[in-house]
């Protein structure tokens, strides 16, 4: 009676020997993917669970080449994750092409009839007009989106010389190695055009005046928010004017996509925590660490994260 009790004592304890060691080499692998990923020079966050590790990388837009991060670390860190999720997907037809070109007026124009003067209150068509003077351009039929984007990639040039973003380099390095990747949803290119041709002009003027706030702005403010970026100072890229002007424009701001798109995050990264093994999430830094964002939501449901300040 004795040795069979002393075999199934034998018995039950060696699969639980087993595990502690299984899970004690899958928690080491896990710090080493971890401190790989964060020598990429990228502001993350990680969400440890009971199967795993949620790793979420705060991404910036053009990412200027002289920002010094380290893109391969974070291809490194790709490589031994069990899962990626990656942004949105728009679903674009050729019909929402060939509406696009057709109709694209309805876009890039103010309404029949109306000028910029007609919208901004005298402080704001003054500031735009000076800038109309500097760059030698007219606005003045312009939609504001279209103003907007105007004055942040063709006279701020804040996409010009850059390297690839942490979307880029993430999805290269998991279709090379096979690691599954899915988008965090999918968005209908007839829903965003529809959305887009049905806003007033009024909609867009936040945007209009965050994006002359970043034309505006003195000091290298692409290159500030670069480096506040790599530094993990996550509140001064916040802070930064070409950020602003990103966060303040659509679909961000819209009514319709953006809550939906926060909350779509907010539910991808809950259902990462129940899978085992790592996960890597590549989200927009902005709607990461903005107030009542995907950190604050993630953190009012209980989970510990860590990471950067935001």
Known sequence: MRTLFTLLLSALAAPATAQA???????????????????????????????????????????????????????????????????????????????????????????????????????????????????????????????????????????????????????????????????VGEVRGEDMLDNLFAAAPATHIPCLEAAMAATEAEGQVVADRGRAWTEFDVPAVMANPLEEALGRCWPWTNDSFGPALRQIWVDAIRDATAQPGVTLAVVPLRILAEQDGVLDRLQSQGLSINGPAW
């Open 21 to 183: 060691v299984e899970t004690s080499a899958a928690n080491q692998t896990n710090d080493e993917i971890i401190v790989t990923a964060r020598h990429s020079g990228a502001p993350m966050w990680t969400i440890q669970t009971p199967k795993g590790v949620v790793i979420l990388v705060g991404e910036i837009v053009a990412v200027p080449k002289a920002t010094p991060w380290r893109p391969e670390r974070l291809e490194g860190a790709t490589d031994r994750a069990q899962r990626v999720i990656l942004g949105t997907r728009a679903k674009v037809s050729p019909g929402d092409i060939l509406r696009l070109i057709f109709k694209g007026g309805g876009l890039t124009k103010l309404p029949k009839g109306s000028v910029a003067a007609d919208y901004l209150d005298p402080k704001q068509i003054a500031r735009l007009q000076a800038l109309e003077t500097r760059f030698e351009q007219d606005y003045t039929r312009s939609n504001f989106l279209m103003t907007a984007f105007d004055l942040l990639s063709k006279r701020l040039s804040f996409n010009k010389d850059t390297a690839a973003d942490a979307s880029d380099v993430v999805r290269k390095a998991a279709r090379q190695s096979k690691i599954p990747t899915q988008p």
